[in-house]
């Protein structure tokens, strides 16, 4: 039961990404090409919403449903990490029109072939993980 | 109502419930960030014996698999009971002129020639299914998240790492959009 919320947070999140067509190949396509504003208003308005939501948070000293004060932690400092590992990511999310959350999303929503591109995710993050420690982090 | 709920949804519909799940999720006490999974699942499957990453207590992330469990769902009620039959995502005239020069139909909800099993047996559909959920697995865990991770939490919370991972998750976007798809596309 303790895991039924977070069953429907996920339902709640799948159903959004669905119809909103952020799932779709064609919005994607459509973003990267600067043609919408669809995409940039759903990311940005979710961004400018979720710093208030963070910043009521932390003034508060919010606690969570566990009881203790909902914390933060600040991501380390690197450059070539987040830049390679984040252009190496879009050019895959351009490609396949899905990033990790719409791979899952597409599955339920009727698109069977996307079971194919959520292994090939799985293997591209296997990969990682034996030659990171080669990569420049 | 009925007729709103069945419409595709606007962004500042959407963009406000993807604000509300990264802030239920912190109220349970958790983080929201996607990607995670997919070292879950090389950790279920016995990473561990081959690399360090996957050696972590993968039990305390039972609750995002969880979580993309119910995403599924989700994409599977928006569209048997939310969305009309045959839908058309309708992108701007000028995304549809250029698919259009790139030999690919504007046709229901993903291009069906690129997206279906049968797209697996043309070198065109494995580049982009296989190569294409490659390179976001890899880079996302590389890049330490993915959209979910970086552009909304991290964002969120300021974070400048997330910054430099989103202008890369742009630069990577645009580069095959741009340059490398079309070459792609006319395999």
């Known amino acids: 039961m303790k895991f039924l919320k977070y069953l429907l947070v996920g339902v709640l999140f799948g159903i959004t990404l669905a119809k909103a067509e952020v799932v779709s190949w064609y919005r994607i396509f459509e973003m990267f090409r600067f043609e919408s504003f669809h995409m940039y208003g759903v990311i940005g308005s979710a961004v400018v919403i979720g710093i208030i939501v963070v910043q009521i948070i932390k003034r508060k000293h919010m606690n969570s449903i566990e009881g203790s004060e909902i914390s933060f932690s600040d991501k380390a400092m690197s450059f070539p990490r987040y830049l390679i590992g984040g252009t190496i990511f879009g050019l895959g999310w351009a490609m396949t029109g899905a990033c990790p959350g719409p791979m899952f999303i597409l599955l339920g929503y009727g698109f069977p072939v996307f079971v194919v591109v959520v292994l090939s995710a799985t293997m591209g993050t296997f990969v990682y993980g034996l030659i990171r420690h080669k990569l420049p982090h | ?187």
């Open chain 2, 1 to 187: 109502m009925k007729e709103f709920i069945m419409q595709p949804w606007p962004w500042y519909v959407a963009g406000p419930l993807i604000a509300l799940t990264m802030f239920l999720l912190l109220y349970f006490g958790k983080n929201f960030g996607v990607s995670a999974n997919l070292r879950t699942m090389c950790a279920i499957g016995g990473g561990g014996k081959f690399s360090d990453f996957f050696r972590f207590d993968w039990k305390s992330q039972i609750w995002n698999l969880v979580f993309v469990l119910g995403t599924i769902i989700g994409g599977f009620i928006a569209h048997h009971f939310m969305t009309p039959a045959n839908p058309m995502v309708d992108i701007s005239d000028s995304t549809v002129l250029a698919l259009q020069e790139l030999g690919v139909e504007h046709k229901g909800f993903l291009p069906p020639e690129l997206f279906s099993f049968d797209a697996l047996f043309s070198l065109r559909g494995l580049i982009m299914l296989v190569g294409g959920g490659f390179l976001v697995g890899f880079g996302t865990r590389y890049a330490g998240g993915c959209t979910s991770g970086h552009a909304i939490s991290g964002l969120s919370d300021l974070q400048i790492p997330s910054l430099i991972a989103v202008v890369g998750f742009f630069i990577g976007g645009l580069l095959m959009t741009w340059v490398i798809l079309p070459y792609v596309l006319a395999l």
